[in-house]
């Protein structure tokens, strides 16, 4: 009889301790919506695009020079290929073509390589502007996230990208970006 009476009331304490449990509010954002409306991030993606196109501009120059290189080659592989020209004519224009093809390899492996090097700068350029313009916007809109949460009383907010359905009255990114760009 005691063992009844205990498992009784521990079911009864479980079952108590479960519909005492608050329902959880969940809420979804738009992420990208929020970043794409947010005034000051959508300037400092400009600004970073902006410290990023010279360099982007000196990477098509070099990248025409390489194509200009490689032209220069089938040129010259083209006039030693001649069907016009006699036998020691092309045998001449052969010589004359190998050496400056190998001349021209040896100038298009420096430009490739040049040209990587800089594109590695470019990415280390971009990455660095990022992450001193854009993390502490980034970091500003999942604040404010947290305190439109907090205001409405939602316990979880989740990615609307991470959902297969979501009512539209979940949604809270027209809240977020108006405190986001309030704040400015």
């Known amino acids: 009889?005691?063992?009844i009476t205990t498992l009784f009331l521990a079911s009864l304490f479980c079952a108590v301790g479960l519909f005492a449990q608050k329902t959880p509010v969940v809420a979804t954002v738009n992420v990208q919506r929020i970043l794409n409306d947010y005034t000051a991030f959508q300037t400092a993606v400009e600004k970073v695009?902006?410290?990023v196109a010279p360099v982007e501009e000196e990477m098509k120059k070099m990248q025409a020079n390489l194509e200009a290189i490689v032209t220069k080659g089938r040129e010259a592989e083209a006039k030693a290929?001649?069907?016009?020209?006699g036998e020691e004519a092309k045998a001449e224009a052969k010589a004359e073509a190998k050496a400056e093809i190998a001349g021209l390899q040896a100038?298009?492996?420096a430009a490739q390589l040049e040209l990587n090097q800089f594109r590695q700068q470019a990415q280390q350029l971009a990455q660095q502007g990022q992450q001193q313009e854009l993390a502490?916007?980034?970091q500003k809109a999942v604040?404010?996230?947290?305190?439109v949460a907090k205001d409405k009383g939602i316990d979880l907010v989740v990615p609307i990208n991470a959902v297969v359905f979501a009512a539209d009255d979940l949604e809270i990114s027209d809240a977020v970006i108006a405190v986001l760009n309030a704040a400015e």
């Open 1 to 3: 009889m005691k063992k």
């Open 107 to 109: 100038e298009l492996q």
């Open 136 to 138: 502490p916007l980034q």
């Open 81 to 85: 290929k001649n069907p016009a020209l």
């Open 143 to 147: 604040e404010a996230v947290k305190q």
């Open 49 to 51: 695009k902006g410290s």
